[in-house]
């Protein structure tokens, strides 16, 4: 019972702090900004290390937050083999490869209507297609490490760049496009100078969206061939074996690798795209 109303006051203090903290005078500060869902996600953890207390849950089921973090600590070598096997290797070089390939296609079909029309069904086919069964295929024609990986990561994000980019590069106003032939500016000069940075805010929206497909792509991948390190290699067989605590530990990784990745992306856009309204 003390466990349960432990939970209690720690929800009800970290509510009753955010909410100061969101409607306080300095809710606009950086600082504010970044304290508040950190507030929020350490009542979370407490808050659920004390109900598996409470209700002693075993860990098969669900380990505790402090069962995770010692084997965050104990396993730090491994988990960082997993680490740069499936995100540096795998995630990774697929999102490179998928994103130039997803922009070098966009340029194509952005000077023809033809390979328009084409190449946005067909982009759209790709990505219907399931992970689970496109994965095994790569896995058989390029093998079971990283290579495979990055194939099955490229898929998936090419077709959310493409569109995205596409579509930002027919962004201009005819108005706009004009001018620049007015100004005796062919094709190219147009490009880099009007329409590609008029795009960027698209073309970021479909970098983000791949951050997160990256990763899921990557980890599902491995589920289905895989040496014997990477992070989806190691979830499934932690789980077979009933080590739970490792399986949770992986998704922590998986979960702040793919933040800092997103929030990579956002920065960057933020450079980029600084005289967007979107931005200011």
């Known amino acids: 019972m003390m466990a349960i109303f432990g939970a209690l006051v720690v929800w009800g203090a970290g509510w009753y702090l955010n909410i100061r903290l969101a409607n306080g005078s300095h809710s606009n500060n950086p600082f504010v900004k970044a304290l508040i869902p950190a507030i929020f996600g350490i009542t979370l953890i407490l808050v659920w290390e004390l109900l598996v207390w409470a209700f002693d849950i075993n860990p098969v089921i669900l380990p505790a937050p402090s069962s995770i973090g010692a084997r965050l600590m ?3 070598p491994r988990l960082w083999a997993d680490f740069q096997q499936t995100i540096i290797k795998g995630a990774m070089t697929g999102y490179i490869l998928g994103g130039l390939a997803a922009f070098g296609v966009a340029i194509l079909a952005d000077r023809s209507d033809f390979l328009t029309r084409g190449i946005l069904p067909v982009g759209g086919f790709m990505a219907a297609l399931p992970i689970v069964g496109t994965a095994p295929i790569f896995v058989k024609w390029l093998g079971s490490d990283w290579e ?3 194939a099955v990561v490229a898929v998936m994000v090419f077709f959310p760049i493409l569109v995205n980019t596409v579509a930002g590069l027919k962004d201009t106003s005819a108005m706009q ?6 100004y005796g500016a062919g094709y190219w000069p147009t490009l880099f100078k009007l329409r590609l940075p008029a795009a960027m805010p698209f073309i970021f929206n479909g970098l ?10 990557a980890i599902v991948a491995e589920f289905f061939g895989s040496p014997t390190v ?5 979830i499934s067989t932690s789980f077979g074996q009933l080590a739970l605590d490792m399986v949770w530990a992986e998704i922590v990784v998986a979960a702040l690798a793919g933040s800092g990745f997103y929030g990579a992306m956002t920065l960057i856009e933020k450079r980029v795209t600084f005289w967007h309204p979107s931005q200011r």
């Open 74 to 76: 104990v396993e730090g």
């Open 148 to 150: 495979s990986k990055a």
């Open 177 to 182: 496009r004009d001018l620049m032939r007015t």
């Open 208 to 217: 983000k969206i791949a951050t997160t497909l990256a990763l899921i792509g």
């Open 230 to 234: 990477g992070m989806g290699f190691r």
